[in-house]
C-alpha cells in the first residue's frame, strides 16, 4: 500500500481509483509463487468483509476489501487506473488479481464509496507526519502493538479536530478528544477495548 500511495504523490496521479496490491507488485517485495498465490486465497476469502470505523446513529463507515480480475494498467511501476491512463502514457498486462480498499459508507441515505489508496494519498500530501502514524496504525493493528496503534488513533483525532468544520458536513457526530473517538468508531473500541482507562480525556 505504501508504495502505490508515494508513488501516485511523486508521479502527479490522481489515483482515484487504484489497487492496493498486483501480482507483479507483491513479487517486487520478493514474495515467491506459492507465497503470492496463498496471499489471493486469503485476500478472495475476505472479499466482501466489511469493518466498521464508524457509527452514530443511523451513520455508519466500514473498511471494505475487494479483489477483482482485471487487466492491470502501470506506469513506472505504479499500478494505476483508466482515467490516470488518459493523462500518461501506461502499460496495460493481461488481466490479473488485483487487492482494492475502500471506505463505504451510508450518510441520510446516500451511499458513499471512496478508494483507500486516494485518501491515503490526499493525507500523504496535506499531513505527511499523520500519514506515517495512520500507517503504523494499521501495522500496529495487525501486530497487536499498542504503542504503534495509540500514535495512529491521536494522529486521527487530531485530524478530524484540524478539519471539523468540514468533517461535521459529513459526520453528525464529530469526536472532541480521543474517548469520543473510541466511542464512535467500532473498530478503534475494539482494539483498545482492555485499554480505555489509559487513553486521556482531552
Known amino acids: 500500500m505504501d508504495r502505490q500511495v508515494k508513488g501516485c504523490l511523486e508521479l502527479g496521479l490522481g489515483?482515484?481509483?487504484?489497487p492496493v496490491a498486483t501480482s507483479p507488485l507483491l513479487k517486487s517485495f520478493g514474495f515467491s509463487d506459492y507465497k503470492v498465490k496463498k496471499f489471493w486465497r486469503i485476500a478472495k476469502s475476505f472479499t466482501g468483509f466489511s469493518i466498521n470505523i464508524y457509527r452514530y446513529e443511523e451513520t455508519c463507515f466500514y473498511i471494505v476489501l475487494e479483489v477483482r480480475r482485471e487487466p492491470l494498467l502501470a506506469y513506472q511501476n505504479v499500478y494505476v487506473d483508466f482515467i490516470d491512463c488518459q493523462q500518461v502514457h501506461c502499460t496495460e498486462y493481461p488481466k490479473g488479481n488485483k487487492l482494492y480498499i475502500?471506505?463505504?459508507g451510508s450518510l441520510e441515505g446516500n451511499f458513499m464509496k471512496i478508494n483507500?489508496?486516494?485518501?491515503l494519498k490526499k493525507l500523504l500530501e496535506l499531513r505527511p507526519g499523520c500519514y506515517k502514524e495512520v500507517m503504523s496504525l494499521i501495522y500496529g493493528s495487525l501486530r497487536g502493538d499498542l504503542s504503534l496503534m495509540l500514535k495512529g488513533a491521536r494522529c486521527l483525532f487530531n485530524l478530524v479536530n484540524a478539519y471539523k468544520d468540514l468533517v461535521s458536513i459529513v459526520l453528525p457526530k464529530t469526536p472532541v478528544c480521543i474517548r469520543d473517538l473510541v466511542m464512535v468508531s467500532p473498530i478503534i473500541r475494539v482494539l483498545f477495548s482492555s485499554k480505555l482507562k489509559l487513553l486521556p480525556s482531552t
Open 116 to 119: 483507500g489508496v486516494f485518501l
Open 15 to 18: 489515483c482515484r481509483d487504484v
Open 102 to 104: 475502500y471506505i463505504e
